[in-house]
Each structure stands twice: as C-alpha cells, then as structure tokens.
C-alpha cells in the first residue's frame, strides 16, 4: 500500500532485482529511516529503503506529541498538527495537580507525519520498498530481503526500532525497555495539556491522556517484564477519568503498543566488513530515559545519518566519526541526567515502590529534576517532548 498522495509513487515497488548494489540502504522507513533517506538522496546518493509494513506510519504507536521548538526545514504541518498543547497538567497519585506552563507543543497525526517524511525521501531520489522485511544481514554488509533481493550496499542505515535487526548484528541492542499501550477516548470537553499521571502502580513509567481534538490518546507505560499489567492499568485508568467526567466511558478504539528503549543512547557506529553501519532513532537508543520522547531525536539523527554517510561517500573518511560525536554533543548529557533520575521513577534500590515524592523529583517538570549545577539549557530543550 503507497502512502496516499505520494508523488513518484513508482519507487514505492514491492518488486526487486536478484541483487542490487546501492550505495545506502536504510532499514526501516519511520522518521529516521525516511530523514536518513531523504538527506543522502539530496545529496546525490543512489538510496534504496525497505520498510517491512506495507503501510508507512501503520499502526501508530506512539502518544503523538512533539514540542512547539521542534521544526524541519521546508516541512509543512497542514494536515498534520492536529491541534496545539499549552502546558502539562502532572497528577502525583492522590496529591493536587501540578500546572506547568512552559511544555508548549503540537499534536500530530503521526502516519500523516511519516508518510510526508517517505514521500519527500521519495521525491528527493530515494528508492522505496515497502512491505519487504529483511530476512538475513550477513557479515560482509549484504542484506538479503524477503523478497528474495540480495543487497549490497555500501553503506548501511539502521533504522528498524527498538528492537533492531541491524544494530544486534553490530552488538548494539537496547536492553533495558518499557513496554506501552495505548488507546483512542473520547473527550467530554476541549482541552490544551497533556496529562501526566505517575504512581507507583506504573513501575519505570508513567500514564498520559493527550488529547487530539474532540478525541485523546490515553496510554500507561511500565517496565517490560510487566508488561501484562498493561490491560488492567489502562483499563482502571479509563475507569477513572471516565468517572471524572473527563472522557467517554464508551468503550475505546485504536488499541496498540509497542516498546520504548529506555537504557540510554548506544553508540550509533560499527561495520560489517569494508560496510560501515550506523543507527539512527530508537535503533540508537536515542528515546528519552524518563519521557520516552523519540520523534524529534529520531529526524535530528536520521538526518545527520544520511549527511554523515553522502560526506563519507564523497571522500571524508571522518564523517562516520563525526556522527558518532554529533550525537555525544546533542543528546548525552540530558540523557545521562535522565538515566539519574530514571531511579526516582523506578522506587529504591531493593524496588520498593516509590514514594509521591521521588515520583515528583524523577519527573521533567519538577524543578528538582533540574537541580543540581549540570542543568542547563542544552539539556532542558531535549526534553521538551514529552511522551512522544
């Protein structure tokens, strides 16, 4: 299925050649794989993505949010944003609400998103597969698809996940993850904040309620290995707010989950044989330990990804280094922060739950978050995104 309105939709072929040699493959065709894409192709470079779903951006799983500081260069948000956040609303179990106002952002719909990224990889020169998994990546750098295509490309583009088939080739697989569920609710009355609710019933995560116009996303996270008190939580939730008279008690749509890396960023570059490899987006580890924010890291980094592997291919043979260094720059430090105050969320060390309190100095909007002398602006702007 092609990305409806998608122009050069012939690049959005399921068929291939016996073997084909491109000069980037990027694996996965989410914001990083379709800005990886995009940037390399720009610049001149023959690119080949697969993206194993037959449709980009289906399912959604993902709380839809990005910040109102987050922009891509000659992008438009018609049809996209559907609807503006002014401020955060943050319920610590039973205790009063806590207002922030400086957490401004955008509602999207997050398949118009992606498939707006895949059609301007598209239109930029990048050759699209969908629903075309791959099925082996061998150590010399050739990828062998579902399909049937042998590909040998030059160089490689992790893009895939959490869960990356290409990053656990190189060794670099996300270990520690939160599992999340979500579903689509009716709202009984407009609204501007997105809604944070911690407790300890929520162990490493949290609950949100976004809303998206006259509807919202409603959604709990917890660490993995508790993953089957997703169902019951989400469910209790809605319970809840439907008793508040916040959201319709009728029963919800759209129900999906996925995985959130947790466990810090990887180190995005490796090889297989004479093919360099890099990753790019949850593949990286590149999600928000506390927050579990991914989309804006996940086009920042697709996109240098694409630049680092059009400069490599040009003769700068630092350029992979330099990606590597890039994202030290941008990300480590908030994440380092977010990793400290990740323990808060989580209880004690002998995993006692957590207390209202910790739970409060755990979370971005608490100026405890903030408090020691490290903080700084660099650091606060990475994690503006929320739940995203």
Not at 61 to 68: D, G, I, T, Y
Not at 167 to 182: D, F, P, T, W
Request: charged share 20%; net charge positive; proline share 5%.
């Amino acid at each position: 299925m092609v990305p409806v309105g998608a122009p050069a939709a012939a690049r959005f072929s399921p068929e291939a050649q016996p073997e084909q040699r491109p000069e980037l493959l990027v694996v996965g065709l989410g914001p990083a794989g379709a800005s990886a894409a995009a940037a390399a192709a720009s610049k001149g470079c023959r690119v080949l993505a697969v993206e194993r779903r037959g449709c980009v951006g289906e399912p959604v799983q993902c709380a839809e949010f990005v910040s109102s500081a987050f922009s891509i260069e000659g992008f438009s948000w018609e049809g996209i944003a559907t609807q503006r956040i002014v401020r955060m609303v943050t319920a610590v179990q039973a205790a009063q609400s806590r207002v922030s106002e400086d957490f401004r952002g955008r509602m999207i719909c997050r398949s118009a998103f992606d498939q707006a990224l895949a059609r301007r990889a598209a239109a930029d020169g990048a050759r699209i597969l969908l629903g075309v998994a791959v099925r082996e990546v061998h150590a010399d750098g050739g990828v062998r698809l579902s399909n049937g295509a042998l590909i040998r490309p030059r160089a490689l583009v992790g893009a895939d996940g959490p869960r990356s088939r290409v990053g656990a080739v190189i060794g670099r697989s996300n270990l520690q993850l939160v599992a999340a569920r979500q579903f689509t609710v009716g709202l009984l009355h407009p609204y501007e904040a997105t809604d944070i609710f911690l407790s300890p019933a929520y162990p490493g995560g949290y609950a949100w309620l976004f809303p998206k116009g006259s509807a919202a996303n409603l959604g709990v996270g917890v660490e993995f290995h508790l993953r089957d008190r997703l169902k019951p939580l989400l469910r209790d939730l809605h319970t809840r707010l439907a008793a508040d008279a916040r959201v319709q008690a009728s029963p919800p749509s759209s129900m999906t989950g996925g995985l959130i890396p947790v466990g810090g960023r990887l180190r995005a570059i490796g090889a297989l044989g004479a093919v360099p490899v890099l990753l790019a987006g949850d593949a990286a580890g590149l999600t928000h330990p506390v927050t579990g924010a991914g989309i804006e890291a996940a086009v920042y980094s697709g996109t240098l990804a694409g630049n680092a592997v059009a400069s490599w291919l040009a003769g700068h043979g630092n350029a992979l280094h330099e990606y590597e260094s890039d994202l030290s720059d941008l990300y480590d430090p908030a994440y380092r922060r977010a990793l400290l105050r990740r323990r808060e969320l989580r209880g004690g060390l002998g995993r006692e739950a957590a207390t209202a309190e910790a739970l409060w100095r755990g979370w971005i909007a608490s100026p405890e978050y903030w408090s020691d002398a490290a903080a700084g602006t660099a650091d606060r702007c990475q994690v503006r995104a929320g739940a995203a």
